[in-house]
């Protein structure tokens, strides 16, 4: 659901002509209307939204593959990213960053990563423990800082520009 209760997306079953069929909607309140849907091969997965509603992430027809779809729910146009290995799990105003848990092959089975719209590989990968599968991360409106609860309660707040900064002054901007 949009932040500020405009909007709705749902992920289910309904039976069709030729059996049970699963699909993605998206519809806007109070008045319920629907303003987009489609057909997607298996569950679409975390729902991130922007924070001002207007960008959708979704398991899409790549899902097979690890990969990823956006719509830009202003212009109903779709963004595929077949090859990402990944769900996107937030989005930052205007799809400028996005945020995901990676694997890593490490102990823990994923770790958050901060990445830079449109692209698959992160700019940044946060050592610590897994974020919690159970509280998404979140983008504050402005898209300044990106937070997520771990595993073991530990809530990490990072604001972006002073993680761009420090990184800056070893050597390793972007």
């Known amino acids: 659901m949009a932040r500020d209760g405009s909007l709705v997306a749902l992920d289910g079953i309904s039976d069709g ?12 309140l109070p008045e319920v209307k629907d303003m987009w849907h489609t057909v997607v091969k298996r569950g679409a997965g975390i729902l991130p939204l922007d924070p001002f ?3 959708l992430g979704f398991r899409g027809k790549y899902a097979d593959r690890g990969g990823h779809s ?9 963004e595929e990213m077949p090859e990402a290995g990944y769900s996107i799990s937030a989005f930052g ?28 590989t992160p700019l940044v990968v946060f050592a610590g423990d897994s974020p919690s599968p159970d509280i998404p991360f979140n983008f504050n409106r402005a898209g300044t800082h990106l937070a ?3 595993n073991d309660g530990v809530v990490v707040v990072c604001e972006i520009a002073e993680a ?11």
Request: positive net charge; glycine residues 10%; charged residues 25%.
């Open 148 to 150: 997520w609860t771990q």
């Open 164 to 174: 761009q900064r420090r990184l800056k002054e070893i050597g390793l901007e972007w």
């Open 53 to 55: 509603a207007r960008f």
């Open 70 to 78: 956006v719509i830009d729910l202003q212009t109903l146009q779709t």
């Open 17 to 28: 002509p030729e059996g049970e069929v699963r699909s993605l909607r998206v519809f806007s």
């Open 93 to 120: 105003p205007g799809v400028k960053y996005f945020a995901a848990a990676i694997a890593d092959g490490r102990a823990y089975p994923e770790i958050p990563a901060l990445f830079r719209g449109g692209q698959v």
